[in-house]
């Protein structure tokens, strides 16, 4: 009984509230808003540019462009293409980078084995790690603090 009741009511408040919302009115068209500061500049910018003035700056600034992107003599820009072409292409600057890197890691003879002796020394002072499943919670914690006070500088 209890359910049908609430379904009954859902019914009920589902259909009053369609109800509702189909009978409210749309609010009225906003007026149209009076032209922005951008607009009217953008006005001023485009009847300044409509000028006799300003239509002769523009085509003698044409002019000028057209005349910076052409090259003066196609010749001159047909040599320096095929002598592009000619030249191998590598990448000089990653070259240079590693011939770099090879110079300051050169060592002489005596130096390198100084450093593997000193390596070697070093690892002999390194021990083993015991098995963490054989060692009781006391000893695990104990390494732990060990290990951490090791790590901090």
Same mark, same amino acid.
């Given at each position: ?14 259909? #009053?509230?369609?109800?509702? #919302? ?8 906003? +007026?149209?808003?009076?032209?922005? @500061? ?13 000028? +006799? ?62 450093? @593997? ?37």
């Amino acid at each position: 009984m209890n359910k049908l009741l609430a379904t009954l009511i859902a019914g009920v408040f589902a259909a #009053v509230s369609t109800a509702a #919302v189909a009978q409210t009115a749309t609010p009225a068209p906003a +007026p149209a808003p009076a032209p922005s @500061v951008g607009e009217k500049a953008k006005e001023k910018l485009e009847k300044a540019q409509s000028t +006799p003035k300003a239509k002769a700056f523009s085509k003698e600034q044409q002019q000028l462009e057209d005349l910076s992107r052409n090259s003066p003599n196609p010749a001159d820009q047909k040599a320096n293409v095929d002598a592009s072409k000619m030249q191998p292409r590598t990448k000089a600057k990653y070259d240079e980078k590693a011939a770099q890197a090879l110079s300051d890691n050169s060592t002489n003879e005596a130096q390198a084995k100084a450093n @593997v002796a000193a390596s070697k020394a070093q690892s002999a002072k390194r021990e083993k790690m015991p098995d963490i499943k054989s060692l009781t919670k006391e000893q695990r914690a104990e390494l732990l603090r060990q290990l951490q006070k090791e790590s901090t500088p």
